[in-house]
């Protein structure tokens, strides 16, 4: 079966952005900032992922967020195509049905091939997809 489900915890990059549209419904834009494992040359990278919502309900709980707080969403990975039939733009985005601050104890990941992973619940490693081992063609 199909499923299209996203839960992101990372931390908001700036304040959420309101937009009226002609249908008279109210779009509110925003990013997420997630930090990913780190690279192999020791430098953490992130990423900043786009997030939209129609529910005013999730916009009020991201409005009251400052810039760099921590949040917790759960959406939907959604393909917008924008623009004239000749120039058209695809943006993706999490559409997101759910938001709520994230409070807990930030640690970096653990490296799964030394440390165990952690099942304290409300636990970022926790959350982290576990890093699976590489197979290599036999010869």
């Given at each position: 079966?199909?499923?299209?489900?996203v839960?992101?915890?990372?931390?908001l990059?700036?304040?959420?952005?309101?937009?009226?549209?002609?249908?008279?419904?109210?779009v509110?834009k925003?990013?997420?900032?997630v930090?990913?494992?780190r690279?192999?040359?020791?430098?953490?990278?992130?990423?900043?992922?786009?997030?939209?919502?129609?529910?005013?309900?999730v916009?009020?709980i991201?409005?009251?967020?400052k810039?760099?707080d921590?949040?917790?969403?759960?959406?939907?990975?959604?393909?917008?195509?924008?623009?004239?039939s000749?120039a058209?733009i695809?943006?993706?985005?999490?559409?997101?049905?759910?938001?709520?601050?994230?409070?807990?104890?930030?640690?970096?990941?653990?490296?799964?091939?030394?440390?165990?992973?952690?099942?304290?619940?409300?636990?970022?490693?926790?959350?982290?997809p576990?890093?699976?081992?590489?197979?290599?063609?036999?010869?």
């Amino acid at each position: 079966m199909d499923r299209n489900e996203v839960l992101l915890v990372g931390r908001l990059s700036a304040a959420a952005e309101e937009h009226a549209l002609p249908s008279g419904d109210t779009v509110t834009k925003w990013r997420v900032i997630v930090r990913r494992r780190r690279h192999r040359r020791g430098a953490a990278l992130t990423d900043s992922i786009p997030c939209v919502t129609f529910n005013p309900e999730v916009a009020a709980i991201v409005r009251t967020l400052k810039p760099r707080d921590y949040i917790e969403v759960t959406g939907a990975f959604r393909c917008r195509v924008f623009g004239p039939s000749a120039a058209k733009i695809w943006r993706y985005e999490v559409e997101v049905s759910s938001a709520k601050p994230f409070e807990a104890e930030l640690t970096e990941p653990a490296d799964p091939a030394t440390d165990p992973p952690a099942d304290s619940e409300g636990s970022v490693t926790a959350l982290i997809p576990r890093q699976v081992a590489y197979l290599a063609r036999a010869s």
